[in-house]
C-alpha cells in the first residue's frame, strides 16, 4: 500500500546544511498497521509531510497504492495530533467536507458522516460546533473522519499526544476496536512505546538527526487485541529492547539540541 | 434568567453616568452657569427639534446623511474586500502593496475631503468618493490579516487532504478571517458616518452635516446640537448593525464565559 524508497531529506538554513532523513525505506502493506517511534525531533513529522506529499524528498521516492506520488498531496487520510476541525463547520459538517475533498459525491459523505457518528455514539453532537467537545471527543471526530476518506492509507501523527493518560488508554482501545472491524493501512507516529505494542503488527524505530531505520520489530500478539497485553511477559520484554534502542540515540540527542 | 441579570447589571451603570451628566448639564443651564445662547440645554435642543418647521427637516437631511454613509460603506467595503482576496491570492503583488496599505492606516483619510472637492465640484461624487475610501482601507487591511493569519495546523491537515488553492481559500482562508473582517466593518462603519459629516459639512446643501454648520453659521445653536446628536445616533445605528450581522454570521465562536474558564 504504502512504499517509501530510500528517502532522503536535507534542509539549507542559516546555520549550514541540516540532514533530517537519511534513506529510510519502508513498507505498509494493505490492512497492515505500522508504528514509527523514535525520540523528538527525529524527523517523524517530516517524514509524514514527505509521505503525504506537501514536501518533496532531497532524494528518493514514495509509492501509494502501487503508484509513484513523490510531492502530490490527497492521496492520505490524516489525523494530527491537533484535531484539527474547523471551528466554523458542525461535526458532521467537518467529516463531510474532508470526504468531498477527497471525491466523495455530497449526499454520500453526509449520509455516512451521520450513520458513523451515531455509531460511535456522538450522534447527538453532528450539529454542534467542535468547541463543545471535550478534547477526546474531538480526536474521536478526527481519527473517524480519516478512517471514512476513500484514501486508503491512513496516517496517524501522535494522534493521543495531548490527552490525559485515562482517556488516551480510553482511546487506543476504541480506536483498534474500530479498526479491527474496517482494516485499513495505517501508519503511526507515536512516543509511546507501549502505545505502539499495543496497537501495531510492526513498529519501527527511528533515531535522530538525521532519522535513519535502526531497527524492525514485529510484534507477536494475536488480534483482537487482549487488554491483558500489558501483563505479558513478551510485551515486557519488547518494550525494554525498543526503550533500550531508544535510549542509546537519546544520548546523542542531547548533544544535539 | 442568569444570562438576562448578568446584561442588566452590565448595562445600569453606564446608562446612570449618562442621566447623570445629562442632569449636570440641564442644571448648568437651569442655573445659568452658562449663557443659553452658547450651550443650550438638553431639554431645549428636544423642544427645538420636535417643533413642526424643524423636525421634517432634520429627517430629511438625516435620511441624505444615512444614504451616503450607507452607500458609501457598502462600495468602500466591498472594494476592500475584493482587493484584499486578490492580494491575499497573488503573493508577489501583496508585498509590494501590503506595507502602503497598513501606512495608510495612520493617514487620516478625511483630509482628503477639500481635495475631492477641489476635483469633483460640489455634487455627490466626491462626498461619496471620500466614504468609499476612508471604508475602503480598514476593510482591506484587516481582511488581509485575517486571511494571512489562518491556523497553521488546520493548512498542513487541509492541503494533507488534497485541497488545491481555490479549496483552501473558500474553505479555510475565508471562513477564518471572518472575524477580522468584522472588526474592519465595525471600524469601518464608525467611519462612514463621520466622513459622511465632514463631506458635508464643506458641500452644506444636503445631510446632517451641512444642516449643523447652517446652523452654527445662524446662530441656532439647539439645532446645531440636535443635528450633532443625530450623528451620533446613526453613527451607533451603523454600528450596531454591523455588530449584529456579526453575531448571526459568526455562531460558532464560544461564548465569551467559556473563554474565560477555559483561560
Known amino acids: 500500500m504504502l512504499e517509501v524508497r530510500r528517502v532522503s531529506k536535507t534542509f539549507e538554513g542559516k546555520r549550514g546544511v541540516k540532514e533530517v532523513l537519511k534513506d529510510v525505506s519502508l513498507r505498509v502493506a494493505e490492512g497492515e498497521f505500522v508504528s514509527l517511534v523514535g525520540p523528538s525531533g527525529s524527523g517523524k513529522t517530516t517524514l509524514f509531510s514527505v509521505i503525504g506529499g506537501l514536501e518533496k524528498p532531497t532524494s528518493g521516492e514514495v509509492h501509494v497504492g502501487g503508484r509513484e506520488t513523490t510531492g502530490e498531496t490527497g492521496h492520505v487520510a490524516y489525523m494530527p495530533q491537533q484535531a484539527s476541525l474547523l471551528p466554523w463547520r458542525t461535526v458532521a459538517g467537518n467529516i463531510e467536507l474532508s470526504l468531498t475533498i477527497a471525491g466523495v459525491a455530497k449526499k454520500k459523505a453526509r449520509e455516512d458522516a451521520l450513520e458513523w457518528l451515531r455509531r460511535i455514539g456522538l450522534d447527538a453532537y453532528a450539529d454542534a460546533y467542535p468547541h463543545v467537545l471535550s478534547g477526546g471527543m474531538q480526536q474521536r471526530v478526527s481519527f473517524l473522519r480519516a478512517l471514512l476518506s476513500p484514501q486508503r492509507l491512513m496516517l496517524l501523527d501522535e494522534p493521543f499526544g495531548a490527552l490525559d493518560a485515562l482517556t488516551r488508554g480510553r482511546m487506543q482501545k476504541w480506536l483498534l476496536s474500530l479498526w479491527e472491524q474496517n482494516r485499513r493501512s495505517v501508519l503511526l507516529v507515536t512516543h509511546s512505546i507501549e502505545e505502539a505494542l499495543y496497537l501495531s503488527d510492526r513498529i519501527l524505530v527511528l533515531s535522530s538527526s538525521p532519522a535513519v531505520l535502526v531497527e524492525e520489530i514485529v510484534v507477536p500478539f494475536e488480534r483482537p487485541r487482549r487488554e491483558e497485553l500489558w501483563e505479558d511477559a513478551r510485551f515486557m520484554e519488547l518494550r525494554g529492547r525498543i526503550y533500550r534502542q531508544l535510549e542509546k540515540d537519546g544520548g546523542e540527542e542531547a548533544d544535539h539540541g | ?263
Request: charged share 15%; aromatic share 10%; net charge positive.
Open chain 2, 1 to 263: 434568567m442568569d444570562n438576562n441579570a448578568n446584561r442588566w447589571s452590565r448595562i445600569w451603570p453606564p446608562v446612570v453616568v449618562l442621566a447623570a451628566l445629562l442632569g449636570i448639564w440641564q442644571a448648568a443651564v437651569a442655573f445659568s452657569l452658562v449663557e443659553e445662547w452658547i450651550v443650550p440645554s438638553p431639554a431645549g435642543v428636544v423642544q427645538e427639534a420636535m417643533k413642526p418647521n424643524v423636525w421634517p427637516r432634520l429627517m430629511e437631511h438625516a435620511g441624505a446623511t444615512i444614504r451616503l454613509a450607507v452607500i458609501g460603506f457598502a462600495g468602500g467595503s466591498a472594494a476592500g474586500f475584493v482587493l484584499a482576496a486578490l492580494l491575499h491570492l497573488l503573493p508577489g503583488v501583496r508585498r509590494g502593496v501590503y506595507p502602503l496599505l497598513i501606512l495608510s492606516q495612520s493617514v487620516p483619510i478625511v483630509i482628503l475631503a477639500p481635495l475631492m472637492t477641489m476635483l469633483f465640484g460640489y455634487g455627490l461624487l466626491p462626498k461619496l468618493l471620500l466614504v468609499v475610501l476612508v471604508c475602503f482601507f480598514p476593510v482591506c487591511v484587516a481582511m488581509l490579516g485575517g486571511l494571512a493569519g489562518t491556523d497553521e495546523g488546520l493548512r498542513r491537515y487541509m492541503r494533507m487532504i488534497g485541497s488545491g488553492k481555490w479549496t483552501l481559500f473558500w474553505k479555510l482562508e475565508l471562513p477564518g478571517a471572518a472575524q477580522s473582517m468584522f472588526s474592519g466593518l465595525k471600524i469601518a462603519a464608525s467611519y462612514s458616518v463621520l466622513s459622511a459629516s465632514i463631506a458635508e459639512m464643506l458641500a452644506p446643501k444636503l445631510g446632517l452635516g451641512g444642516y449643523m454648520v447652517l446652523s452654527t453659521k445662524g446662530f441656532m445653536p439647539e439645532r446645531s446640537f440636535a443635528a450633532a446628536i443625530l450623528i451620533i445616533i446613526v453613527s451607533l445605528a451603523l454600528f450596531g448593525l454591523v455588530a449584529l450581522a456579526e453575531k448571526l454570521v459568526i455562531r460558532w465562536r464560544p461564548a465569551k464565559e467559556e473563554v474565560k474558564r477555559d483561560a
